[in-house]
Structure formats: C-alpha cells, structure tokens
C-alpha cells in the first residue's frame, strides 16, 4: 500500500469518526429528547442541527484546566489514550464487499483488543485527576468494564464458529443467502443467546445506562470525568459515542449479515449505506435502553456479569462447538 | 479501636491514625488502617452535589465502595427563619414559611394558621376547612410527584422524571389558578382562606382527575414494576421501627416501618374527619417500602381530592379578619400531616403584634437524623437512594 493510500484512509476514518461523533451527539439529544416527552436542541440551525459544531466550538475555546494537584503527565495521557483506541477499531470494520480500512485474517481480535484499552485510559483518568470522586469512578471502570469483556468476547465465538474465520469480511460472507428458502442466513437466528449477551456486555462495554457505573451522575457526578474539561473533556465524550458506533458495528457484521440486505443481492454502492443503517439502529436501541432504565449497582452488576452472563455464554460455546461437530453426523445418519 | 463498623464514628482524635487535621471537627473520623492496610477515605458528598436534594453535606466514610458511616452536616440554607418571624405581625408570617419547605408550602401555611387560631380562639367557616384540606391534597400530590421524579433520577431513571413533571404541571396549573402562584402561595390567613374557588377551577381539577390516575400507574411502571429498581430498592436502607421511633421520625418514613400514625386520622383538623381514607403501611422499613407507602400515599391523595371536589360545602370563605390581628398572650402547638410527616408550629404569644416565639417542627429534619444508622453498611448507590428515600427538603430542614 502507498504511503499516500495509508494517509487516505487515515484520513476517511477520521472523518468518518468526527462526522458520527457530530450525529451520534445530535441523534442522542433528540432520541433522549422524544422518550422525555422534550424536544431536544431546536435552536441553533434546522432542527437545532448545528447544535454540536457550537458545542465543539465551544470545547475547543475553552480555556485548558488542570487541578494543580493532578499528576500532569498521566491526566494530560488520559483522554488520548481512551480515544485513540476508539480510533484505531474502524480499522476491521467491513463497509462492503470490497469497503474496508484493511482486511485482516485477525480482525475481530484487532477491534476486541483496542477497545479493551478504554477502561485502561478511564482508569489511569480517574487515578491521576486526583479527586476521591474521579478516583472511584476510574476504579469502578477497570472493575467493570474489564469484567463485561469476558462475555463480550465469549458471545463473538459463536457466529466465529459459524464463519470459521476471524476474518469480519469472511464472517459478513458467511451470512449471505436463506436457510429453508426464506430465513436470511444470518447468524443471530441460531445464536440469539448469544446475540443477547453481546447486547448487554456492550451496552456495559460503552458505560451506558443502566451500567453507567463510572460516571454515575447521580452518584459521583461524571466519574472519572470530573475534573476535565474543554477538549481533553470532548475527546472523552468523542470516544464514547465512537465505542458505541464500533459495538455497534461489530454486532451488524456478527449477527446481522453486516452490509448485506436480507433475501436480495446487495449492489455494492448500497453496501455501506446498508450497514450504516443497520448499526444506526443498533445505537437507537442502546439509546433507548439508556433513556429509559434506572442503573444497576456495582455489586448487582458484576454478579451479574460473572454469575449469569459468563457461565450463559461459556455454556453456550461448549453447547454450539458440539452442534456444530455432531450436524454433519447426525444429518448424515439421518440421510441414510 | 474497635471492629464494629457502627463505632467508627465514636473513636476519638486520639485512637485515628487519620494523617493530617481531621475534616470539619466531626464525628466522622477515619479508622486509620485495617487488616488489608487500606485506607478509608472520607468523601464529602454536597454541598454541591446532584443527588442531596438542595445543599446538604454528608461526610461519608467509605471503604472502598462501602460507607462505613455517615454524618449530615446541616445549616447551608439557614435563612433564620424562626427568629425573622418574632419581627412579623401574624399575617406576615406565612410568606416566610413559604420558603421553609417550598415544595409544599401550603401545608405550612396551614399549621400557621391552626397554631394562631387555636390561641386566639378563632373561629374557621366549614369552606375554608374544606378548601385548605383541598389545597393541602393538591399540594401534597405535587410534593410527592418531585419526590417520585427525584428518586428515580437518584437511582439513575431520567426518563420518569420527565413524565412526572408533565402530571405535576397539570396540578401547578390548577393551584396557580386557585392561590395565583406556583410556589410562594401565601394562601392560608389565619380564620380562613385568602380567595374562594375561582370559576372555571373544577373543571381544571376534574380534567386532571381524569388522567391522574393513567399517569400514576405510568409512572409506578417505569419505576417499581422495573426489576433493576426493586433490586436496588428491596432490602437496602432497612430503618426499623424502634429506631424510626427513636429518632422521631414521623410521615411515610414512619409508615413505611409499620407504625401505623398519621395526623389526618389521629389528630383530625380541617376537613379530614368527613373524608374517607386509608393508610398505606410498610413492614420492613427499606427503600421499596418507603415507595410503596408513597405511592400508596399518591394514591389516596387522588381518592381524596376527588372526595373533596365532590363535597365542597357553599359558604364563606373566610371569617371576618381585623386589619392587626392580636393574639393574647399564650402557647399554642398545631401539627399538620405534611408529605414529610409531622410538621408542627409551636408558637409563643406575649399578647403583642409579633409573635414572641415561632417553632417549626420540620418533618424532615428528623427523617433526615437517621442517616447515621441507615447508610452505613450500605454501597455509595445505596446511600444516594436511602437518602432519596427520605424525601428531605433542606429549605424546611435549615429553615
């Protein structure tokens, strides 16, 4: 690849995460905004859509604050550490059938792996503001969100073993077609177990209501969050709504045939446009469950992550891995 | 030094192996190290803090995420209230006591009014009983509405608290209309009310009436019928009944440990005595049933309001009121059943203009005395709940 090619879709990813940072802002407002019987931001251009630029404007011109008692080094790191993972997991994703950054046998390890450095970022945020209330909130996150990575990862397994490959490009392929003329092949149908754990580890995995435990507003304010400010702040707030566009994403491409429209052969310039409408709706339901929700406790939640979401999904990797062996025996024995 | 994590408060300066000057001279005074060599630390939850409900602070102790114990530290919105009212002649009084407990100031105004009428031997026309319970009602669905909408963004649900504030508005309308303001009603005089009902206003309530009840049960879904809630709320903040007792805790805060005490019924006044209602008690005293009982409360109040609709008498609205009332000289004590619990106005007259001594019972300052025993033992979570649960108001509390 030339250097020049490299730059490019440099370039278009970061396009591509400032452009879904802007609308995934906006879209939160008003979805939030309609399950609050509000409005949401109706001001500032049509339909209040120029909302965000005059909040980036204003993060970006806001003076650059530092608690003097914070390790500098460590709190000026943070915020770039949490985002630049973030930025780096568009790398896999598979925007159509010849549409990605760059295709890897390894790919969903690759994005799996970034985003697990979030909670690292959160953490090391939390530790160096100095402040009791950040304090706990970063320690909530390396509690929390490094355990919801287990089930997370655990529920990818079965559509990997239904593809057989790690590669996304070779997983989205994997799906095209029906099963008995008319069920799309697409893998949440046999693994909705596992679909539904995936659903509730990312909804973890994003800090989203109800398992927002590292800022918790109404009990440590913003978290680990707390004493940043302008940009250092909007970097944070990028690199969540970026986390939740790359769960998201990788939730299409693993149960829900990725750029593929079901039943009909999918053009390739409509490939991209299919995905991003499927992973938008993806967000709209984590949205929803955010808006509507009370939050679990720490000790509820990661109970609930080891005594319920593990064992479901360990099981249901021993339960699929022997299906899958045992189909093409049973399906034999009963042919003849 | 001692192992129970309820004495921790009790170890003095000596026994702390709290580096440094300890905080604010208080009670709550770190252990120093345990077993694991960890350090408690000491969080100072409020002033500025978005679940104490108005400017408390709660120093905390924690160990890790769990509160060792607990001390609210009181007085940021003292405003002095009680001595301000030995400088005001009796009618002047319930605008300051409006701005005690401003959620619902109409039932301060009432036991004003009870304690001045009870000493000065005033006599109170039947519709002026019926329309100060009627507001009483009203008000007390509006406070427990904030309540409602409060406890749920303390446990994490913003979207209740919006659909709440929609039901609310409806109420606020219909008081505005009757009292002419939303919140600093000024309503209640002593010897009756300030206004009759105006025309139009019955069928503001009856429209609301309509749907009061579709919104409440909405409401109870998106909270108690939601598992996430009731598994935070079931068994977290237990009060039992002899320390509710203890601390002299009275409302739903009471009922919600089985003490089965309300003034409407107890201690009747107004109209309450020709109204037909039910208590709503708890058994366990946690947080889920200290919504119960509200909610039940909720319930009743609509049972109520409907009844006193129905029922308003015709007559005056008010006695004959001389321009400078005088009180002769006196003690008096008249309690009302505030959505917080007993709310008493012990008043002193010398038998001059202003009163020579104003006490007000504030409810929620005892409610408020038991979250030394009810947080600690619980997780951070649990603590902004329970205190959620106590529905304080601090405008009432540091009057």
């Not at chain 1, 209330?133 to 996150?141: C, F, Q, T, V």
Request: glycine share 10%; net charge negative.
């Amino acid at each position: 690849m030339s250097a020049l090619g490299i730059l490019g879709r440099f370039a278009a990813m970061l396009v591509l995460l400032l452009v879904n940072g802007v609308v995934l802002i906006y879209m939160l407002r008003k979805v939030l905004g309609r399950l609050h019987l509000r409005i949401g931001p109706n001001r500032v251009g049509p339909f209040g859509l120029l909302q965000t630029t005059n909040d980036v404007i204003k993060l970006l011109t806001k003076e650059d604050l530092r608690p003097d008692s914070a390790d500098a080094w460590l709190f000026n790191i943070a915020p770039y550490l949490i985002f630049v993972p973030s930025f780096m997991a568009y790398i896999p994703l598979v925007f159509g059938p010849t549409l990605a950054v760059t295709n890897l046998d390894t790919g969903l390890l690759l994005a799996f792996a970034l985003t697990s450095l979030v909670p690292l970022g959160v953490l090391m945020a939390g530790w160096s503001s100095n402040s009791k209330w950040s304090l706990i909130g970063g320690m909530r996150a390396a509690g929390l969100q490094i355990a919801y990575e287990v089930p997370l990862l655990l529920s990818a397994l079965g559509p990997v073993m239904m593809a057989g490959s790690l590669d996304p490009a070779r997983i989205v392929a994997a799906q095209s077609g029906v099963w008995l003329g008319f069920i799309p092949r697409w893998f949440v149908i046999p693994q909705i177990l596992a679909f539904v754990v995936y659903a509730i580890a990312s909804q973890a995995e994003t800090q989203q209501t109800p398992f927002d435990m590292s800022e918790a507003e109404s009990e440590l304010i913003t978290g680990f969050a707390n004493e940043y400010g302008g940009m250092r702040f909007g970097f944070m707030y990028l690199a969540e709504f970026s986390n939740t566009f790359i769960v998201s994403a990788i939730g299409t491409m693993l149960f829900f045939g990725g750029w593929q429209l079901p039943w009909v052969a999918t053009p390739a310039w409509l490939a991209p446009f299919v995905f991003i409408a499927k992973t938008y709706t993806g967000i709209f339901v984590m949205m929803w469950a955010r808006g509507s929700l009370p939050r679990f406790r720490v000790d509820q939640m990661l109970s609930f992550c080891w005594k319920v979401l593990i064992p479901v999904s360990l099981a249901w990797v021993v339960v699929w891995a022997c299906v899958q062996r045992l189909w093409p025996v049973v399906a034999m024995a009963v042919s003849r | 030094m001692t192992d129970d994590p309820k004495m921790a408060w009790a170890i003095t300066a000596e026994g702390s192996q709290f580096p440094g000057p300890l905080p604010c001279g208080l009670r709550c005074i770190p252990r120093g190290v345990d077993e694991l060599a960890t350090e408690h630390l000491v969080l100072n939850m409020g002033p500025q803090h978005p679940s104490t409900h108005g400017v408390l602070h709660i120093l905390v102790e924690l160990d890790g995420e769990e509160v060792i114990a607990a001390e609210a530290s009181l007085g940021y919105l003292h405003r002095g209230i009680e001595k301000l009212a030995e400088s005001r002649r009796y009618h002047q009084v319930p605008t300051l006591l409006d701005r005690a407990d401003y959620v619902s100031g109409l039932h301060t105004e009432t036991a004003w009014a009870l304690a001045v009428e009870q000493l000065a031997g005033i006599e109170v026309p039947g519709k002026a009983s019926w329309l100060r319970a009627l507001l009483m009602e009203l008000n007390r669905y509006a406070s427990h509405l904030v309540w409602l909408g409060t406890f749920g963004m303390d446990a994490g649900a913003m979207a209740p608290f919006l659909y709440i504030m929609r039901d609310r508005e409806m109420l606020l309308d219909v008081i505005e209309a009757i009292t002419g303001s939303r919140m600093m009603f000024n309503y209640v005089r002593p010897g009756g009310v300030v206004a009759d009902l105006p025309a139009g206003v019955d069928a503001k309530i009856r429209a609301w009436l309509e749907v009061a009840d579709t919104y409440l049960s909405e409401n109870d879904a998106l909270l108690g019928g939601n598992e996430i809630f009731r598994m935070r709320m079931k068994g977290t903040g237990v009060i039992d009944r002899a320390t509710a007792l203890a601390f002299g805790m009275t409302g739903g805060c009471l009922r919600a440990t089985g003490v089965d005490y309300d003034l409407r019924r107890d201690v009747p006044y107004c109209a309450y005595p020709e109204l037909d209602f039910e208590v709503p008690l708890g058994v366990r005293g946690d947080n889920m049933d200290r919504y119960d009982v509200r909610v039940g409360e909720m319930r009743q109040c609509i049972r109520l309001i409907r009844q006193l609709v129905d029922g308003m008498p015709e007559g005056e609205f008010s006695g004959k009121r001389s321009r400078v009332l005088k009180v002769p000289a006196g003690e008096s004590y008249a309690a009302v059943e505030s959505p917080r619990g007993e709310l008493g106005i012990h008043l002193i007259s010398d038998g001059g203009l202003t009163p020579y001594r104003m006490r007000l019972r504030s409810p929620a300052y005892f409610n408020l005395a038991v979250v030394d025993e009810a947080l600690a033992g619980g997780l951070i979570a649990d603590a902004i709940v329970t205190l959620g649960s106590l529905d304080i108001v601090l405008g009432e509390i540091d009057r």
